[in-house]
């Protein structure tokens, strides 16, 4: 197992989101990147970034990257600017977790120089929801690279 940590600023969820200020009080998280479009609002069970999203935290970005739309590295940039600008301690969500915890991982061990190998083996550890998802592993792996390399 490495010693690559999720750090403790960083949340992701780990199942749909049906409490949204229990969720944030839980986590202790008082900002929020959130991944879903208005298709996820119009969902039965779904959130709305301007209604479930923006009434609970003071500070939050709206990086839509769920389906449809494919994890790619412009996506990535997106993800990794949005967090970078975001104050700490920060929840990112998803529909169900696997992109958020997807989002999470990338962004921890970017900002901490880890390989590849080094995120994939702590998320495995920490049972990270992506890791069960061929083309999200792959995606971590691409844009740790890429964007390591500028």
Excluded: K
């Amino acid at each position: 197992m490495s010693d690559f940590p999720l750090p403790d600023h960083i949340a992701y969820d780990h199942g749909a989101v049906t409490d949204p200020e229990g969720l944030v009080e839980s986590l202790g998280a008082r900002f929020w990147l959130f991944l879903c479009g208005d298709e996820f609002a119009r969902m039965e069970g779904g959130m709305s970034y301007d209604d479930d999203v923006v009434a609970v935290v003071g500070s939050s970005a709206n990086v839509i990257s769920d389906p449809p739309r494919v994890l790619d590295l412009d996506l990535a940039r997106q993800q990794v600017a949005a967090l970078d600008e975001l104050p700490r301690p920060v929840l990112i969500t998803c529909r169900s977790g696997p992109r958020a915890s997807a989002v999470a991982y990338l962004y921890a061990g970017l900002r901490a120089g880890a390989a590849a190998d080094e995120v994939l083996a702590r998320a495995e550890a920490d049972g990270a929801p992506f890791v069960a998802v061929a083309d999200y592993r792959a995606f971590v792996i691409d844009s740790l690279a890429r964007l390591a390399d500028g």
